[in-house]
């Protein structure tokens, strides 16, 4: 597998219990320009456990990411399926209606692996936004 940033805008996020775990499923469009034209690539993000339950009420249509993982192509029925194993998630920035501002940079906030639910080296005291 590789490992790989996916630096886009949520298109749709879902999660759901599977046994007795969340799993939380979202698309991230990443755009491009070649020869002038717009190309967007969707990738398909899985993020499982805790972490899953607590970012999932964050990850609003529109809002910016930058999604790290092991990155992986599925074939299916003659299509390509670009797939992200999520490790580390970065809001960047909400939707843009006209009542929600972009948070300043300095309260962003990158949501590691032990973030939720993990503890252990590395973990401290700071509240956790979500």
């Known amino acids: 597998m590789i490992s790989a ?3 886009g805008h949520v298109g749709q996020a879902a999660i759901e219990e599977r046994g007795g775990y969340s ?8 755009n491009r320009k070649i ?5 967007t690539t969707w990738v398909d993000c899985t ?3 805790k972490r899953a ?3 999932a009420p964050h990850l609003q249509k529109g809002a910016r990411v930058a999604v790290t993982g092991e ?4 074939e299916h029925e003659g299509k390509r399926y670009v797939k992200l194993d999520v490790a580390n998630v970065e809001l960047i920035g909400r939707p843009e209606p006209s009542e929600r501002r972009e948070r300043p940079a300095s309260e962003q906030r ?4 032990d973030d939720f639910g993990g503890g252990g080296a590395g973990s ?4 956790i936004p979500f």
């Open 23 to 30: 799993v939380l499923r979202f698309s991230v469009a990443s």
């Open 35 to 39: 020869k002038g034209e717009q190309i």
């Open 47 to 49: 993020l499982l456990g």
């Open 53 to 55: 339950e607590g970012l």
């Open 110 to 113: 990158r949501v590691e692996r």
């Open 124 to 127: 401290d005291d700071e509240e």
């Open 5 to 7: 940033t996916v630096i």
């Open 71 to 74: 990155l992986w192509v599925k």
